[in-house]
């Protein structure tokens, strides 16, 4: 890990010397990823950038890309925040010094397309972060791609604009070997690091926040506690009415059998999408329970910070979306991860978890129990992993 600490530590000092030989003391950054629409783990992803180019060009005059400009701002105030289809994202885009493509799946066959169902080739999205970083690379800005997914590629055209753009980067590295194999099979031959996603450089807030925040959900936090985030998905095989289902019935055995309370921490919150709505899916859920007693649905927005805390009070966890399972085991939190995407599987055998994974088409009560044992312990003995 401290290697790894030093290769991105490298990324970042090669630009500030760079630009302070220049003469570049309040460098025009950009950062551009799928941020403003309610998901905590891009928030996650954006506020461990910021932190760390924060670090290092403190005066700097910085510009968000994202989709939605106002939940940005409201959380950053001292950020410019544009929407990718504004004109102050192609003024952005012309004016800046240093370009990021800022972590988070830029290329995967699951959220790509805007709904195309034909001619996907012509879908703008998935293409228009490549078209960007390629212009600011003609405006004379440094262009770096910085930890990011490519675990399937969707389309020709995409394929074509990686091999481009990222073969023209100042820099470029990935979150997990998948990413690069993809890469490598794409045509791109060029140096690429592998480093963790930026969410794991987070620090949660203390614990008394994380009690306060829990005692507000009417958690009785001096019983055992278990968390646990699922989602809804858009793929070809999977009932999402099915998952609920299933989801209701593990809630209700670890309910009954570890005489545990059940917290849903939703992490995708989006206002008109419902797969990305995880209060929804926590809804549905909780209409198929027997009783709903034991059973909490984390109700308001937190900071990730807030939510890594919270996480770090769990005994278990079990976890669908990629950054819970990157914040829970930042915390050291026990967790079974259940893999709706590669990129689960992929963090989960990077952090040396790979045996506690699930393929969200065997995601069941029975396939839960059959991994519960070892996660008794840590309920019912006050155990951390590193006992085991």
């Known amino acids: 890990m401290k290697e790894l600490a030093v290769q991105d530590k490298a990324i970042w000092t ?61 959380r950053h105030p001292s950020v410019n925040a544009h929407s990718f289809k504004s004109w102050g994202a192609l003024r952005a885009i012309c004016s800046s010094d240093l370009y990021v493509i ?25 293409k228009f972060l490549f078209l960007a970083g390629w212009l600011s690379k003609l405006c004379g800005a440094r262009l770096v791609f910085y930890s990011v997914g490519t675990t399937s590629m969707p389309d020709r055209v995409v394929g074509w604009l990686v091999r481009a753009v990222v073969s023209r980067a100042d820099s470029v590295s990935v979150r997990d070997p998948l990413s690069l194999k993809v890469l490598r099979e794409t045509g791109v031959t060029r140096d690429v690091l592998v480093l963790p996603d ?46 609920v289902v299933h989801t209701a019935r593990v809630i209700e055995w670890l309910i009954e059998s570890q005489a545990a309370q059940v917290l849903f921490v ?67 939190t026990p967790l079974i991860a259940v893999a709706y995407d590669a ?22 009560l029975e396939t839960v129990q059959a991994k519960w044992r070892e996660f008794e312990l840590f309920l019912n003995r006050g155990l951390t992993p590193e006992d085991l």
């Open 102 to 126: 800022g972590g988070g799946g830029i290329v995967n066959r699951i959220n790509t397309y805007s709904g195309f169902t034909r001619l996907r080739a012509l879908d703008p999205k998935g």
């Open 198 to 243: 930026p969410a794991t450089g987070l620090r949660p807030v203390g614990e008394e926040q994380a009690t306060e925040i829990l005692l507000r959900a009417g958690v009785d936090v001096n019983r055992p506690l278990i968390g646990i985030c699922m989602r809804y998905v858009r793929e070809p095989g999977i009932s999402n009415a099915e998952t």
């Open 266 to 332: 939703p992490f995708g919150r989006h206002p008109r999408k419902q797969v990305e709505n995880d209060v929804a899916f926590a809804r549905e859920v909780r209409a198929q329970l027997s009783s709903d007693r034991d059973f909490f649905v984390l109700d308001r927005e937190y900071r990730p910070a807030e939510v890594q805390a919270i996480l770090a009070r769990m005994n278990v966890c079990i976890l669908e979306r990629l950054h819970a399972c990157i914040l829970a085991t930042s915390v050291h």
């Open 14 to 74: 090669r630009f500030q010397k760079e630009f302070a030989a220049r003469g570049i003391e309040k460098p025009r950054i950009v950062i551009h990823g799928g941020y403003g629409k309610h998901n905590l783990g891009d928030d996650a992803i954006l506020e461990a950038i910021l932190l760390r180019l924060e670090s290092l060009w403190p005066q700097a005059r910085v510009s968000v890309l994202c989709h939605d400009p106002r939940p940005v701002h409201t």
């Open 343 to 364: 990129k689960v599987s992929e963090f989960m055998k990077l952090s040396g978890q790979g045996e506690r994974v699930i393929p969200l088409r065997d995601f069941r």
